[in-house]
């Protein structure tokens, strides 16, 4: 079936550590590929988005996502974060030929001081 | 330029009143869609529109809910009766052909 899969529901990082969000994908061709981030009370804004080309893409906020087609995979990083990235991640997929984006379920994100 | 907007930001009503949330999508976006989003269920599509014609309303939950799209600028989404079980935050998105969604900043619907 196709599906978009966060596998973690919860990660807990120090400031200032290393970050990397899992997501993977079930779909027959590469398709669209974002990220998105949720505040709490604020609506979902966009950190970055892969359509063909290079498969490290960069985005706001220093966050940066590697398409690796050979395991369905799109995983977001951050060498370094900072407690206002404490938020709500979320993986879509935007299949090609579709119109609507799939969400994953989304990663919640706590940041230690 | 101006997002997507959204209102009212935030509504509290109680049950069996009509509720009608309001959403201005980006000029020049095609598509404009609506989502619901709770703890327990996440991010939910409920409906969404191209060219202010209704394409999939497979996510509306129930007849209760309707949504419409009178032209290209105004699109609205009405819970009629309401009932406790729609508390959430509901958002509207628009976006063009390759799928990036804006959104807005949602809104906030308690029903007593």
């Known amino acids: 079936a196709q599906s978009v899969t966060q596998p973690d529901i919860h990660i807990t990082v120090s400031e200032g550590a290393s970050l990397e969000l899992r997501c993977n994908y079930s779909y027959g061709a590469t398709p669209y590929l974002f990220w998105y981030v949720q505040s709490p009370g604020q609506g979902l804004q966009l950190l970055l988005k892969y359509f063909s080309g290079d498969t490290l893409v960069q985005g706001i906020k220093g966050f940066e996502a590697e398409f690796k087609r050979s395991q369905s995979s799109f995983n977001l990083r951050k060498p370094s974060v900072h407690w206002s990235d404490a938020a709500e991640y979320f993986c879509?997929?935007?299949?090609?030929?579709?119109?609507?984006?799939?969400f994953g379920q989304g990663t919640r994100l706590t940041i230690n001081p | 330029d101006a997002g997507v907007i959204q209102s009212p930001r935030h509504e509290v009503t109680e049950m069996g009143q009509e509720v009608t949330l309001r959403c201005k999508p980006i000029?020049?976006?095609?598509?404009l869609f609506w989502y619901r989003q709770t703890m327990m269920r996440g991010l939910e599509l409920l409906i969404y529109?191209?060219?202010?014609?209704?394409?999939?309303d497979s996510g509306m939950p129930e007849d209760r809910f309707s949504a419409k799209m009178p032209n290209a600028s105004f699109s609205t989404l009405k819970i009629q009766p309401s009932e406790p079980r729609d508390s959430a935050v509901y958002f509207c998105?628009?976006?063009?052909?390759?799928?990036?969604?804006?959104f807005g900043e949602g809104s906030r619907l308690t029903v007593l």
């Open positions: 000029s020049g976006h095609d598509y």
């Open positions: 529109f191209n060219n202010n014609v209704p394409i999939d």
């Open positions: 998105a628009s976006s063009l052909p390759t799928g990036e969604l804006f």
């Open positions: 879509a997929v935007h299949p090609q030929g579709a119109q609507k984006l799939v």
